[in-house]
């Protein structure tokens, strides 16, 4: 309990106990729980999601509970996000791209990358919102005998936010299980990379790999492997680019693979939902 409350604080704005414990020393069993605070930011968002629908248009939901977010997770990934595209599209080798990355000021492609990032997640969960399609998963099942009134479009939407903050905090363990810290002096990117290994990766692949499975049949299952590939490339261009991961990478990879999870819901719509 210990790792997953301190996997919290560190994830989350949430003042969670005082101290550093199962910080760095231990953070080697600490990484397993990033995909299960993902989960918990889900529910909470989901749970958010069905109260100010009762108040507000979806149009407007939809830009709260992206405010939400950013307030729950202190706009710690958007951050490392605006600096990774600063570094990687504004340095012309290795140690340029990390220089950018390290200057606390944002740049031209940091603020272009941060309007795109959050105008996309917008337009897919506006898009998903309309999807007002059904399927018959395991959990599809058991939602029609709790509730009658629950429309399939906010369940997709719910689903979605459930879905997207695991998937954003399983990108982060698998870029620093798959790969080396950049740089040479310390940092936060260089503790949770020198403690995630290849076995942490494929042990926390099995907690997306489930959820995708409860909620969208056989059909999510190779959604998932879908949302891998493109995960696993962008990992693979980043170690091109600066040879390894920084902090601020680990919290770019969890902001493109929640992007992959919500434009794969709708690339696949007509797999996912019938």
Same mark, same amino acid.
């Not at 309990?1 to 949430?14: G, Q």
């Given at each position: 309990?210990?790792?997953?409350?301190?996997?919290?604080?560190?994830?989350? &704005?949430?003042?969670?106990?005082?101290?550093?414990?199962?910080?760095?020393?231990?953070?080697?069993?600490?990484?397993?729980?990033?995909?299960?605070? +993902?989960?918990?930011?889900?529910?909470?968002?989901?749970?958010?999601?069905?109260?100010?629908?009762?108040?507000?248009?979806?149009?407007?939901?939809?830009?709260?509970?992206?405010?939400?977010?950013?307030?729950?997770?202190?706009?710690?990934?958007?951050?490392?996000?605006?600096?990774?595209?600063?570094?990687? @599209?504004?340095?012309? $080798?290795?140690?340029?791209?990390? *220089?950018?990355?390290?200057?606390?000021?944002? +740049?031209?492609?940091?603020?272009?990358?941060?309007?795109?990032?959050?105008?996309?997640?917008?337009?897919?969960?506006?898009?998903?919102?309309?999807?007002?399609?059904?399927?018959?998963? /395991? /959990?599809?099942?058991?939602? *029609?005998?709790?509730?009658?009134?629950?429309?399939?479009?906010?369940? $997709?939407?719910?689903?979605?936010?459930?879905?997207?903050?695991?998937?954003?905090? @399983?990108?982060?363990?698998?870029?620093?299980?798959?790969?080396?810290?950049?740089?040479? *002096?310390?940092?936060?990117?260089?503790?949770?990379?020198?403690?995630?290994?290849?076995?942490?990766?494929?042990?926390?692949?099995?907690?997306?790999? /489930?959820?995708?499975?409860?909620?969208? $049949?056989?059909?999510? &299952?190779?959604? /998932?492997?879908?949302?891998?590939?493109?995960?696993?490339?962008?990992? @693979?261009?980043?170690?091109?680019? &600066?040879?390894?991961?920084? +902090?601020?990478?680990?919290?770019?990879?969890?902001?493109?693979? *929640?992007?992959?999870?919500?434009?794969?819901?709708?690339?696949? $719509?007509?797999?996912?939902?019938?």
């Amino acid at each position: 309990m210990n790792n997953l409350l301190w996997a919290l604080k560190f994830l989350t &704005i949430i003042p969670i106990g005082r101290g550093d414990k199962g910080a760095r020393n231990g953070f080697r069993p600490v990484v397993c729980w990033f995909p299960v605070v +993902g989960l918990c930011i889900g529910v909470f968002l989901s749970l958010f999601f069905v109260l100010f629908s009762l108040f507000f248009p979806l149009h407007m939901v939809h830009a709260l509970i992206i405010l939400i977010y950013i307030i729950i997770t202190g706009a710690f990934h958007l951050d490392g996000f605006a600096d990774t595209c600063d570094g990687i @599209w504004g340095g012309w $080798n290795k140690e340029k791209r990390l *220089e950018i990355m390290r200057d606390s000021r944002i +740049g031209s492609f940091g603020v272009i990358g941060l309007i795109c990032l959050l105008g996309l997640k917008y337009m897919s969960l506006m898009s998903i919102g309309e999807m007002h399609t059904s399927h018959h998963s /395991f /959990f599809y099942i058991c939602a *029609e005998y709790i509730s009658c009134s629950f429309s399939p479009a906010r369940m $997709n939407v719910c689903i979605a936010l459930i879905v997207m903050p695991v998937v954003g905090r @399983w990108g982060q363990v698998c870029a620093a299980g798959l790969s080396a810290y950049a740089r040479s *002096e310390p940092g936060t990117g260089r503790f949770i990379s020198d403690a995630t290994t290849v076995k942490h990766v494929i042990f926390i692949s099995l907690i997306p790999l /489930f959820l995708y499975w409860f909620f969208y $049949n056989l059909a999510g &299952i190779m959604l /998932f492997a879908i949302i891998s590939i493109f995960s696993l490339i962008w990992i @693979w261009y980043i170690k091109k680019k &600066i040879g390894g991961m920084t +902090g601020d990478t680990l919290g770019a990879t969890n902001e493109v693979s *929640e992007l992959l999870s919500l434009l794969s819901l709708l690339a696949f $719509n007509n797999t996912l939902y019938y």
